[in-house]
């Protein structure tokens, strides 16, 4: 037999005790931040993918490159990291630990690329890399992001 499910904004359920005599813990709500460090994720990731499919096409259409086999792991290093930046923002977004520390580094990567690229001349584009990196760095040092991305892996509950 299931309980039906608890209204947190009801102060009589919020009051209930566990056979420990402790409270029943709840599911924590998702912080917006999680969100946002997501989506900046997952935006990442598709433009690396578009990047990518760009290098491609330039690469099948014979531009001049000085190695062919360099140009290829060139593009395979841009697929393999718009795939771990996807699965980066997935697994944060659900709450696992392990993808902050991903996020931390693709942020840092895209701020050591975003000011050399904001000095060189090309501020659109470097602001474009810099405000969502920023961004997303001090939303991952949030208490309440860091409160919900704490789940470890594993296998699931047997209940």
Not at 83 to 94: C, N, Q
Not at 106 to 120: E, R
Request: aromatic share 12%; glycine share 12%; no cysteine.
């Amino acid at each position: 037999m299931s309980r039906p499910p608890e209204n947190p904004a009801d102060p009589a359920e919020n009051q209930a005790e566990n056979q420990a005599g402790g409270p029943v813990p709840g599911p924590v709500a998702r912080p917006a931040g999680i969100t946002v460090i997501a989506v900046v994720a997952a935006l990442e990731a598709t433009a690396l993918l578009v990047a990518a499919g760009w290098y491609g096409f330039q690469l099948l259409t014979g531009a001049p490159v000085l190695s062919f086999w360099g140009a290829v792991f060139t593009l395979g290093l841009l697929l393999a990291f718009s795939a771990w930046l996807f699965a980066v923002g997935h697994f944060l977004f659900r709450g696992y630990r392990w993808p902050r520390a991903g996020a931390l580094v693709a942020q840092l990567f895209m701020l050591t690329i975003g000011f050399p690229t904001l000095t060189g001349g090309y501020p659109l584009a470097g602001l474009a890399m810099l405000l969502p990196a920023a961004v997303a760095i001090v939303l991952l040092f949030d208490k309440r992001v860091i409160a919900f991305a704490s789940r470890a892996g594993g296998a699931p509950p047997a209940l």
